[in-house]
């Protein structure tokens, strides 16, 4: 499994785009062949911080993903939004288990 944490932070102001960009193109990376998980939150300690946390099964799904037309959207649309530099996190993670 790979996992990336993207966090990034705007002005108060420019929040609401940056999550709703985000977020308009959940469904199609949901639907992206290896997409295990796509989840975008809003910082809960103050009112710039954006938090993108995705599952992939593997690190060629990923890439396939930054290659993605809605990859391209987003960086178009949140990266002028942005207030300093994104700090991007990837791991290699091995699941454990899964309990429901």
Same mark, same amino acid.
């Given at each position: 499994?790979?996992?990336?944490?993207?966090?990034?932070?705007t002005? $108060?102001a420019?929040?609401?785009?940056? %999550?709703a960009? %985000? @977020?308009?193109?959940?469904d @199609?990376?949901?639907?992206?062949?290896?997409?295990?998980?796509?989840?975008?939150?809003? *910082?809960?300690?103050d @009112?710039?911080?954006? $938090?993108?946390?995705h599952?992939?099964?593997?690190e060629? *799904?990923?890439?396939?993903?930054?290659? *993605?037309?809605?990859?391209?959207? *987003?960086?178009?649309?949140?990266r002028?939004?942005?207030?300093?530099?994104?700090l991007s996190?990837?791991?290699?993670? @091995?699941?454990?288990e899964?309990?429901?």
């Amino acid at each position: 499994m790979f996992i990336a944490i993207l966090d990034f932070s705007t002005t $108060a102001a420019d929040r609401p785009a940056a %999550l709703a960009q %985000l @977020e308009s193109e959940r469904d @199609e990376i949901r639907a992206m062949p290896g997409n295990i998980a796509y989840r975008v939150y809003a *910082s809960r300690d103050d @009112e710039t911080g954006v $938090a993108l946390v995705h599952e992939w099964q593997d690190e060629a *799904s990923f890439a396939a993903y930054q290659q *993605s037309e809605a990859f391209a959207r *987003s960086g178009v649309a949140v990266r002028p939004l942005m207030t300093g530099a994104p700090l991007s996190r990837r791991f290699r993670a @091995e699941l454990v288990e899964t309990v429901a």
